[in-house]
């Protein structure tokens, strides 16, 4: 009946599967690896591509010249590469200038980044908006260079071009649109990032075959530039979103944590939380604060949109973050299927959660005459079904809705929802 009834089979091994045909490309906050992901993305789901002159002034912000990699490496002066970006894409700097020399140890370590504290790992470096370049490398790597001459090659571009970002609109019944958000701006990197790419393309996937009632505005983006420039470019039509959820980290083995929007009681919040309350799993609520992802943006005072953060380890609280143990091995189905669940459990709540006026008011209506205690009857759920019953039709005097039903009887949403769907069966209820 509801949304949330029709997970689809194996929902997690598919996600699994687009993040690994995602992993080895080197994406970045312009450029051709981002194009590459939009246009894998587009076999899924009918994602509009947006492309935005370098240069175009957004907010306080500036589109910055596009970036693209070809080749990279620190070489012997025999030629042997020891550090090869056709190995690993995270051995640049993310967005490093152009550079073909020779030079020395001294030189060259002012140019590497490491992870001492886990020498085994390749850090992810950035460098947008201060032009410059580097190297990430294991510690241990970085303990074995002898004092010789180096050769580094970053053989990249960095010259006006776009800023490329996906969007894919879904029309419901109203015009007032719930808004989903994920970055696509990191190289290979799966939890951060990734997962949050995969579980948008399933979401949106599975969306497009249901009626609904919101219209689904779906934000392929990369991560700060992106979100401002789509705020800057659709500021008229901000006003339509009345919810909002970004989607980041949801592959990982930890609890799921929900960040509230900076309003802090909005509709998203409340059905986020509800939805975790109902989960039975160990879950954690933190308020929002200004530092994350794209929920900074959308959370601004000059927006202060209803956008929330639904994840699992909230990023920096893992060590794997940002690195290269961020792997194919960190994410898993399960935990991918599960995330997708809890988001459609959410939007099934958005939907479902209406106002209802009660059309027999004075005094509890007569059960029994209408069948109601028939249908659900001789099932050991039955208390519970009939406390259902009596919370929306005491509780829907056009002022509460489902959800402030749920809170107040704290029973589960779904409950109240079949609750509801039998009375106005039995013109019990009104929508208002
Ligand atoms: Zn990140």
């Known amino acids: 009946m509801g949304i949330k009834d029709v997970v689809p089979n194996e929902v997690g091994i598919e996600m699994y599967g687009l993040i690994s045909r995602l992993y080895p490309i080197c994406r970045s906050i312009t450029g051709d690896g981002l194009r590459e992901t939009l246009n894998i993305i587009r076999e899924y789901i009918p994602l509009e591509m947006h492309e935005v002159p370098s240069g175009t002034k957004v907010f306080d912000w500036t589109v910055p010249k596009e970036w693209n990699i070809r080749d990279a490496y620190i070489s012997h002066s025999n030629g042997e590469r020891i550090v090869d970006f056709q190995k690993s894409n995270l051995h640049v700097v993310n967005y490093s200038s152009p550079i073909k020399k020779r030079i020395s140890l001294a030189e060259l370590k002012e140019h590497l980044f490491t ?52 969007e894919y609109y879904l029309q419901g019944t109203t015009e007032d649109e719930f808004l989903i958000s994920c970055h696509v701006c990191h190289p290979s990197l799966c939890n951060d990032n990734l997962s949050g790419i995969a ?46 959820l970004v989607v980041a980290g949801v592959g990982d083995s930890g609890k799921f944590t929900y960040k509230k929007s900076r309003r802090g009681d909005a509709e998203i919040d409340r059905a986020a939380i509800q939805i975790l309350k109902e989960s039975g799993d160990d879950y954690e609520i933190i308020d929002f604060f200004p530092y994350g992802y794209d929920e900074r943006q959308y959370c601004s005072p000059g ?21 290269s143990a961020d792997n194919l091995d960190f994410v898993k189905p399960e935990f991918l299927e599960d995330s997708f669940s809890k988001y459609l ?88």
């Not at 580097?134 to 053989?155: A, M, P, R, T």
């Not at 001789?378 to 259902?388: P, S, T, W």
């Open 115 to 166: 992870l001492p504290d886990q020498p085994e790992w390749i850090p992810y470096r950035t460098s947008y908006y201060k032009e410059s370049w580097g190297f990430c490398l294991s510690h241990n790597q970085f303990l074995e260079l002898k004092d010789e001459e180096y050769e580094v090659c970053i053989d990249a571009s960095l010259k006006e071009g776009h800023l490329t970002y996906g």
């Open 199 to 244: 579980l948008a393309t399933y979401l949106a996937k599975h969306l497009t075959a249901l009626s609904l009632r919101y219209s689904y505005r779906f934000l392929f983006i990369p991560g700060t530039i992106g979100s401002i420039t789509w705020l800057s470019l659709n500021e008229d039509r901000v006003s339509r979103v009345k919810h909002g």
């Open 303 to 323: 927006f202060n949109l209803p956008v929330g953060c639904l994840m699992r380890t909230p990023q920096s609280r893992y060590p794997e973050y940002h690195t």
């Open 345 to 432: 459990a959410v939007v099934n709540i958005i939907e479902e959660n209406r106002r209802y006026v009660n059309q027999n008011p004075k005094c509890e209506p007569q059960l029994g005459k209408r069948k109601l205690y028939e249908r659900i009857g001789g099932q050991r759920e039955m208390a519970v079904d009939q406390l259902a019953l009596l919370w929306v039709l005491n509780m829907s005097d056009g002022a509460h809705s489902l959800l402030d039903i749920a809170t107040l009887a704290q029973l589960p949403f779904g409950k109240l929802q079949s609750a509801a769907h039998l009375l106005r069966e039995k013109m019990l209820l009104r929508e208002i």
